[in-house]
């Protein structure tokens, strides 16, 4: 007869002190939650009051409702999804291949001193040059449309990643560094093992800026050369005078961008369960 093994699960004794901290952790949390929402809902109730009232023109500033009226419009006509799905594609594909992109040469760069410190100046004045004004060059060099437009978005991310990631390299640990090539560690070896592991926040923190940047660029682009997406319908509400269009966009702009910021949010904190 096979002897059944009973396991007694043990009990986690939890303090009170300690229940009394975590329901006082929950209790701001929620009050901020509950905060942020009262104050989008007040801030929308004045915009929208202001305008009634006839203290903002409406003409100008636009208000809640008629943002509402104009999105349904664009959805009873049928192009909002397609202005989303344009501008919304091409941000994804910008982001995507800037931070691939960047992060290719920051390690490049860090794997190889000499070349990071020929480079440096020329990174540093890439950095600060306004892209916009390489947008003649642009649809000269790639033609119009999408790859004019999510050319400007990579342009503007790129840079900003490599500087950001390699920056995060050179500040890992001089003492943890010579640990591992006393150790034996090749150059490689140290990235994988230690630099990159030890770089993920600033990875993270770096998506974070390009996410904003890559919109940013995206947008642009738009101003540019576009037949549909967010920036020609701001581009083209701003032409007409149509302002609610314009609104409209932003809004949606705001929504798309809150969005996927959260969506970086969840995955920092699915890497921070990790570690």
């Not at 503007?156 to 990643?161: L, P, S, W």
């Amino acid at each position: 007869m096979k002897k059944k093994l009973k396991v007694k699960k043990q009990k986690i004794v939890v303090s009170k002190e300690h229940r009394a901290y975590i329901r006082k952790e929950h209790t701001k949390t929620f009050f901020v939650h509950f905060f942020r929402i009262l104050l989008l809902v007040t801030l929308l109730g004045f915009w929208e009051l202001s305008a009634r009232l006839n203290w903002a023109d409406s003409f100008i500033t636009s208000c809640p409702s008629r943002i509402w009226k104009q999105l349904i419009e664009l959805y009873s006509t049928g192009s909002l999804w397609t202005h989303i799905w344009t501008t919304l594609s091409e941000t994804l594909l910008a982001f995507a291949l800037s931070t691939a992109i960047g992060a290719v040469i920051a390690i490049l760069l860090y794997m190889i001193s000499p070349l990071r410190r020929v480079l440096e100046p020329y990174i540093v004045i890439l950095n600060s040059l306004p892209k916009i004004a390489l947008g003649p060059l642009i649809i000269i060099w790639v033609g119009v449309g999408t790859s004019a437009i999510v050319t400007m978005g990579i342009l503007i991310c790129v840079v900003i990643t490599t500087i950001n990631l390699l920056n995060g390299y050179l500040e890992v640990s001089d003492e943890k560094v010579m640990l591992l090539k006393s150790m034996g560690a090749n150059k490689f070896q140290i990235l994988t093992k230690l630099v990159i592991p030890a770089t993920l926040p600033n990875f993270v923190a770096t998506l974070k800026i390009n996410l904003g940047m890559a919109w940013v660029g995206v947008i642009m682009g738009e101003y540019l050369s576009s037949k549909a997406g967010l920036g020609y319908l701001l581009v083209y509400g701003g032409q007409v005078y149509k302002l609610d269009l314009v609104m409209t966009a932003i809004v949606i702009l705001c929504i798309l961008s809150a969005i996927m910021y959260g969506i970086i949010s969840i995955f920092e904190k699915i890497l921070i369960k990790k570690k």
